[in-house]
């Protein structure tokens, strides 16, 4: 797995293999911010989606590495990745924290413009 020293790093810089451990890292950390949702909270309040927003152009350096993550146009503006932590749970909840968690790796790497969302179904 690639190692990223993010003092030196600039947004642009980043390979789409840096973006692939930054997205293993994310997910993992939505994955578990879903469970412990289920294990605090249970499956509670109602169906529902979420996402990571990132207010990114798709045709910037950075924005190409994201698509080729996984990442896909958003209507709005920006790039979406939809249930990031993959859990099959359709608890809004449950994917709103693994969604929050996964834009906060996203941030915590210099990706600024990260953002969850959520809505009801």
């Known amino acids: 797995m690639t190692t990223i020293n993010t003092s030196t790093t600039n947004l642009n810089d980043y390979t789409v293999e840096d973006l692939q451990t930054i997205k293993a890292a994310a997910l993992q950390h939505a ?9 605090q909270h249970g499956e509670m309040g ?31 503006g920006g790039l979406q990745l939809w249930n990031p932590s993959g859990h099959g ?15 906060d790796v996203l941030r915590s790497f210099g990706i600024d413009k990260a953002y969850a969302g959520g809505r009801a179904d």
Do not use: H
């Open 46 to 76: 109602y169906c529902g989606f979420a996402w990571v927003t990132v207010y990114e152009k798709g045709s910037t350096k950075l924005g190409r590495a994201l698509k080729a993550v996984g990442f896909k146009p958003a209507y709005g």
């Open 31 to 39: 994955r578990d911010a879903a469970e412990a949702s289920i294990e």
């Open 89 to 103: 749970t359709q608890s809004m909840s449950v994917k709103e924290a693994g969604a929050q968690a996964y834009a």
